[in-house]
């Protein structure tokens, strides 16, 4: 079964890695809306209809509930750890993702100014320069990337269009898979990207194996491994987070790693000289 947010704004839920999160999710409450087709996402595969979006949030509508669930929190006095960019599918596909987060600063500072805003990105839009905007204003931009290898890329995340800049309703009507080509061109501009973010930023990794399609996956041995440790060495974030699967996922033959094999990926990548990394189980 799919968990998606059935609000745009949502919780505070408890979260493995930021503590008590309030979501705010900018895409459909009744499925996901990506440009990524990821094998673990626990949002479900991408909706066969999603050509036919319903309306999306608009900034205003945003403000009203996130505004009425901070004063709401505040009376209660329930804190929370983090006002976070997540829901059912790519936060930064909403065009009008820089209004919003604007709107998330100034009502964070209004009501919780100690609370971090957090985006949880897939990070393949960050070459437009209102994207690298809009993330520069939040304070935790925890970004992804799950594979060394263009290949390895493609299989993990389903990857359906090469250009970040297609509009929403363009990218939602997408069902076609890339060219090796236009998969290696779209790997090289992420990690480029990465590589070039004026601000500090986590690499968020899920480990796994399993098979997709027929392919074997597995990020954690062999030249796959290298081949990440040396992105990780190249694009230097602040720090890592690595984790392994918590929730169903729609590609079913997917292994989840033990407690030991997390904390073993996470001392290698010490010893190699990675940035600070932490492992969540």
């Not at 704004?9 to 309030?22: K, M």
């Not at 949880?120 to 690298?132: C, E, F, Q, V, Y």
């Not at 996922?249 to 010893?271: C, H, I, N, V």
């Amino acid at each position: 079964m799919a968990f998606l947010h059935e609000h745009c704004i949502s919780g505070p839920i408890q979260s493995r890695r930021l503590g008590t999160s309030l979501g705010v999710n900018l895409l459909p409450c009744t499925h996901k809306i990506c440009n990524y087709n990821c094998i673990y996402c626990e949002c479900g595969w991408n909706h066969p209809d999603e050509e036919e979006l319903r309306s999306l949030p608009t900034p205003e509508q945003i403000e009203t509930a996130l505004e009425s669930r901070l004063q709401a929190l505040s009376a209660e006095n329930r804190p929370i750890h983090s006002v976070t960019f997540s829901g059912n599918g790519e936060p930064t596909l909403h065009p009008q993702f820089e209004a919003i987060m604007a709107i998330v600063c100034r009502l964070r500072d209004r009501y919780t100014p100690h609370t971090p805003v957090s985006i949880i990105s897939n990070a393949s839009r960050l070459g437009l320069p209102d994207i690298r905007r809009a993330i520069g204003r939040a304070d935790k931009r925890i970004l992804k990337l799950d594979a060394g290898t263009p290949r390895l890329y493609g299989l993990i995340n389903g990857l359906r269009v090469a250009r970040p800049d297609l509009p929403l309703r363009e990218v939602a009507g997408r069902s076609e898979t890339l060219t090796a080509a236009e998969l290696e061109t779209a790997y090289r501009n992420l990690v480029a990207n990465l590589h070039d973010l004026p601000y500090p930023f986590t690499v968020q990794t899920l480990f796994f194996r399993g098979r997709s399609g027929g392919a074997v996956i597995d990020n954690t041995a062999g030249e796959e491994w290298d081949a990440y440790v040396e992105t990780i060495r190249d694009i230097q974030p602040a720090d890592l987070m690595i984790y392994g699967l918590d929730r169903e996922t729609p590609e079913k033959d997917l292994q989840k790693l033990t407690e030991p094999e997390l904390a073993e990926l996470a001392r290698k990548l010490r010893a190699a000289g990675a940035p600070p990394v932490q492992y969540y189980y």
